[in-house]
């Protein structure tokens, strides 16, 4: 099966997009078809064996419409889209409506001066009597009119030849209604011109004065102008819905400067290949994603990840498209290009978003495929009616022609997809990527929440949490030792102790006669000691006396961490503890989703002890652990056949089995394919409360939804029986065309309006969250209960200092303080506030103003006091 988008033009209304939805369906071959009129596209699968592009044309062709293939894969390469319909439909809607009124006015004017004197004392000037009042001037009257409407009704013949044609094929649509009551106005007032000469040539004054005074040029002209006036604003407001794609396109380049042959030259993006060797200088963005073969750079990552602050890239770092080289010159090697890059991946993940259909919006296409059919019989059934209760023949025909521009499917047609458009675009913006809007509209449905702990509610990768040195070792020389030992092991902890030492500026002791115990730790030599560092078991072993440390050791499993003992000869010089790190909103997104009724299930494979731990911290109610990947779908199953509908958080590769069988898949991590291609929806900044404003959006898109149908069909129910005349007999009260024509224009403006409020959806990342993402590095998440077993510091805190710091002006600055303190030799606790221009650092040793004065002049800031 291939997937193919359409470009479909000639859509009004939801009358419209069924008919055309319909056809194709009916084409052999085609599957899963969805049109939405926002967009005026067509998405759909179709078997290349049994049917072909031009047939699925011809089918749309023969429905009345037009079709053709939408280049999306070659326009979002070069992240520039084919065209802009939006734009070139307002702006030929503008011309029409201008010229529209130019005309519009005079005839309005003739028509209703004497009206205009009466109400409103307006003084008429003498020539304008002189040439149209009387029944003598009848004529004259009359025949203006028709020659001033005449520019408007071709001006805005799209509805007449597109209404009358779908009447015509059996299929009626909202430009029927308005094409018909609009020629059905002309029509008349065409006849009274006859009836008039009739008159003037039998000498008939009380006929020439009684259709003078029932014309109906001006309805026919107003009708079609109010219904542009409507268009235009409809227009309009649903442009503002295709922003969030433009700006995703707008953060793609449009070209690239390419090192072929030794030679630098600028191609556009387009051109691009795999293998291809890109130079990037400072302040330009990223046209592909590749690796960095040489340079060194900080890049600006936030509009893909999220996270403010630039992050540093050398040799063999990956970088992702559309992000900005902040500082550096990095030459790499492009690896995905074009429509496989990250950035063109978003953007076609929120087009298909905007252009899918919910399950809620097929309740609105059946509507809208019997509502003007009825509508016109509607409307000959009440002309009828009057007509045998002995009104005139002008009161039946304004009666018909005011229920059929009333009534309005468009408004109907624009109640899902306009929401689906904002409510996606609006995620999209805060990296939350909703591939359709049957998961929006799934989401909101959702009562159980399962998510994976590595990467989802924690980071992901171990970190050093605790050190614990024996009473003949200091904390610098047990990191020595420690670092040493783990310099030549490939164990996943080795890279946590590694990193931890070089955080603290402490060099790896030489060891000699390294030898990996698997499954136990790992053993080496220096001046002429034998040094272990591994588990229980491996001191086991070596008979090394674990008594004095066994309560420690307990505290530290019990919180989830991994302890890594180290010993010299035959006893323990210190304990390092390890642990994979909740994420810094882990708890509130998890406290969020149980307020809003929501179960939480964390689904691992970790082992039992660690994954309660975890259960504990977060608050989560349940926890299943020891679960291998393949058999996470399982669990899935499991909850759905006791009729919960069940989302699931992961990280798109271990995962992606349970995503995928789950209702709703959220896939936690910038863009990676398994995730793109098993999960409903992408969190691109990696943080749970984007999960909770991903369901949170979907409830609020689904309700406005509602509210858009509710009001459509309320707007129909209640006009269409008073455009009939119901309350005519008991009250007096009739419409007229013009004020039924101005009704129905401002029916679709106010359902677009409606949706457009969605815009202003706020997310859960407050203010508190993005400071956490500030201050990650200043305020490391790690266990709770480990702050009463971890840190057992042989030396106690001897010397707080306030430091007041100049240069800083952002977050960047902020963190390049930070670190750069808390290297130095001694320091134990650094908070750097960015506002006060200030760092209060406390130390385990004296530390000379003039070292704190170097730290910060290297990091390229002023120490003042």
């Not at 503890?577 to 691992?604: C, N, P, Q, Y």
């Amino acid at each position: 099966m291939k997937k193919e988008k359409f470009t479909i033009t000639g859509m009004t209304c939801s009358a419209c997009s069924a008919r055309v939805e319909k056809a194709v369906s009916k084409v052999d071959g085609t599957k899963d078809v969805s049109v939405n009129l926002l967009t005026n596209s067509m998405q759909l699968e179709y078997d290349e064996s049994k049917t072909n592009v031009p047939a699925i044309i011809a089918a749309v062709v023969e429905a009345g419409y037009g079709a053709s293939v939408k280049g999306a894969e070659r326009a979002k390469a070069a992240a520039l889209p084919e065209e802009d319909p939006v734009r070139k439909n307002i702006a030929e809607m503008k011309h029409r409506l201008i010229w529209s009124i130019i005309f519009l006015m005079p005839t309005l004017y003739i028509s209703m001066h004497g009206l205009f004197q009466k109400l409103f004392g307006l003084p008429v000037p003498q020539l304008i009597s002189q040439v149209f009042d009387g029944p003598e001037n009848a004529i004259t009257f009359a025949f203006s009119q028709f020659l001033l409407v005449l520019p408007i009704m071709y001006l805005n013949r799209r509805y007449y030849i597109a209404g009358f044609r779908n009447l015509l094929h059996g299929a009626p649509n909202m430009d029927s209604l308005v094409g018909m009551g609009s020629m059905a106005a002309a029509l008349f007032g065409a006849f009274a011109i006859f009836r008039m000469g009739w008159g003037f040539g039998h000498n008939d004054w009380a006929l020439v004065t009684e259709y003078s005074t029932n014309l109906y040029f001006e309805s026919a002209g107003m009708i079609v102008t109010l219904i542009t006036v409507g268009k235009y604003l409809e227009a309009r407001a649903k442009g503002q819905t295709s922003k969030a794609l433009e700006k995703l396109m707008d953060l793609a380049p449009k070209q690239a400067a390419v090192v072929r042959g030794g030679v630098e030259q600028v191609v556009p993006v387009e051109q691009l290949a795999v293998g291809d060797e890109i130079v990037v200088r400072p302040g330009e963005r990223i046209p592909a994603d590749g690796v960095v073969l040489s340079g060194t750079t900080s890049i600006d990552e936030s509009a893909i990840t999220g996270e403010p602050i630039p992050v540093e890239k050398q040799q063999g770092d990956k970088v992702t498209s559309a992000t900005i080289n902040k500082q550096g010159f990095i030459h790499f090697r492009a690896e995905r290009v074009g429509a496989d890059s990250t950035i063109s991946q978003i953007i076609r993940l929120v087009d298909e978003a905007s252009a899918s259909k919910a399950p809620i919006a097929r309740m609105a296409d059946k509507i809208a495929g019997v509502f003007v059919p009825a509508v016109i019989t509607v409307a000959v059934l009440a002309g009828a009616a009057w007509l045998a209760m002995g009104a005139s023949v002008e009161f039946a025909f304004s009666i018909a022609i005011c229920i059929l521009v009333i009534s309005c499917p468009c408004s109907l047609g624009l109640a899902t997809p306009v929401a689906i458009m904002v409510g996606t675009g609006k995620g999209a913006e805060n990296g939350i990527l909703i591939k359709s809007g049957e998961a929006l509209e799934i989401a909101q449905s959702v009562d159980t929440v399962v998510m994976d702990k590595t990467g989802t509610i924690t980071e992901g990768r171990p970190e050093v949490t605790s050190v614990l040195a024996a009473d003949a070792f200091s904390e610098q020389k047990l990191l020595a030792i420690a670092a040493g030992l783990e310099k030549g092991s490939e164990h996943p902890l080795a890279e946590a102790v590694m990193n931890y030492a070089e955080e603290k500026k402490i060099a790896a002791k030489a060891m000699t006669d390294f030898r990996a115990l698997f499954g136990r730790g790992v053993e080496a030599r220096a001046d002429g000691h034998v040094y272990y560092a591994g588990n229980a078991k491996l001191m086991a072993e070596q008979q090394i006396d674990l008594a004095s440390y066994e309560s420690h050791l307990g505290a530290l499993s019990d919180d989830g961490c991994t302890p890594l003992i180290f010993a010299e000869d035959n006893h323990v010089i210190g304990i390092l503890a390890a642990a994979d790190v909740e994420k810094a909103t882990s708890k509130e997104a998890i406290a969020r989703f149980r307020e809003m009724g929501i179960d939480v299930v964390m689904l691992t494979g970790d082992n039992e002890r660690t994954a309660e731990a975890i259960r504990r911290r977060m608050g989560i109610p349940k926890v299943i652990a020891g679960v291998l990947p393949e058999n996470k779908a399982e669990h899935i199953k499991k909850l759905q056949s006791e009729g919960h509908k069940v989302a699931m958080i992961g990280d798109g590769i271990n995962d992606a089995p349970a995503l995928a069988q789950a209702d709703l898949g959220m896939a936690i991590g910038a863009g990676t394919d398994v995730a793109i291609e098993s999960a409903d929806a992408v969190l691109m900044k990696s943080d749970l409360l984007d999960a909770v404003s991903a369901i949170r959006l979907s409830k609020a898109v689904l309700r406005n939804i509602k509210e858009n149908l509710f009001w459509a069909l309320i707007y129909n129910v209640i006009c269409i029986p008073v455009a009939a005349g119901i309350l005519y007999p008991a009250f007096g009260i009739k419409l007229s065309p013009v004020v039924g024509a101005a009704a129905m224009s401002m029916s679709s403006v106010c359902v677009v309006m409606n949706a457009l409020r969605l815009r202003f959806f706020k997310t859960d990342r407050g203010e508190a969250q993005e400071a956490a993402v500030v201050h990650k590095d200043a305020a490391p998440a790690v266990p709770a209960a480990a702050d009463h077993h971890s840190i057992k510091q042989k030396e106690e805190d001897t010397m707080e200092k306030t430091l007041t710091i100049k240069g800083m002006m952002c977050a960047h600055c902020q963190k390049h303080v930070h670190d750069a303190l808390a290297k130095m030799d001694g320091v134990t606790d650094v908070t750097v506030d960015l506002e006060g221009g200030k760092a209060d650092v406390k130390a385990s040793r004296e530390i000379p103003q003039e070292d704190f004065r170097k730290v910060i002049e290297e990091a390229g800031y002023e120490l003042v006091g």
